[in-house]
Each structure stands twice: as structure tokens, then as C-alpha cells.
């Protein structure tokens, strides 16, 4: 089960930090990530983070700006967000998939989104 929390409304440059909260079977063995969805586009792929917090991956156009982390301690995951866009509007899910998967498309957990958006 995942949780998201801390979207909202913020001025473009701005800052925003999103918390996965997972629980259940999802746990420090699994692979955790961040997608987006903006109105009228399909989901994509945000950023990851292995279950060592050894390597993570993120989108070419948050490269920089986006920042993945997580404590398997408190059972968290977080985005942190800078130099926002408006094109980063988009409600963000939290997803986690098993350590031994290879692709997004085994994510076993999707939480139910949170929303960003970036706006004057």
C-alpha cells in the first residue's frame, strides 16, 4: 500500500517536496519511483531509486532539478522538487515494483496520486 502526500499549488522556481508512505508487502526489497500524469497525456516515468538508495534514474527534463531519496527505516520515499515548471503540473503517483524486476512494467503498488501545479 502507498500513500502520497505534499502536492500543491506553487509559483513557477518554486519548491515542493512529495512523501511516499508505503506499507504492506512493499517494503526495502522493493524498487521505488515517482510517475506523472498531466491532463490530457499518458503517464510517464519521474524517477527511481534502488532498495540500497544505490542508484536512481530520473527523466531527462528533471534531471537536475528532481531529487529521489528514501529511508527504508521510516518506510518513506521523497521528491524533491526545485526550479518547478509549469510543464510539471501533473498529479505524481508513487509506484514500487520487486527488487528482482526488470522493467516499470512489473510495479506491483501505485498509490493513489497527489497534485502539483505550477502556476502564477
Known amino acids: 500500500q502507498l500513500r502520497e502526500s505534499g502536492g500543491g499549488l506553487v509559483q513557477p522556481g518554486g519548491s515542493l517536496r512529495l512523501t511516499c508512505v508505503y506499507s504492506g508487502r512493499t517494503g526495502g526489497d522493493h524498487i521505488m519511483g515517482w510517475f506523472r500524469q498531466a491532463p490530457g497525456k499518458e503517464r510517464e516515468f519521474v524517477a527511481d531509486?534502488?532498495?540500497?538508495?544505490?542508484?536512481?534514474a530520473y527523466l531527462y527534463s528533471v534531471k537536475g532539478r528532481f531529487t529521489i531519496s528514501r529511508d527504508n527505516a521510516k518506510n518513506t520515499v521523497h521528491l524533491q522538487m526545485n526550479s518547478l515548471k509549469p510543464e510539471d503540473t501533473a498529479v505524481y503517483y508513487c509506484?514500487?515494483?520487486?527488487?528482482?524486476?526488470?522493467?516499470?512494467?512489473?510495479?506491483?503498488?501505485w498509490g493513489q496520486g497527489t497534485q502539483v501545479i505550477v502556476s502564477l
Open positions: 509506484a514500487a515494483r520487486p527488487g528482482s524486476s526488470v522493467s516499470w512494467t512489473e510495479a506491483d503498488s
Open positions: 531509486i534502488g532498495r540500497n538508495s544505490n542508484s536512481a
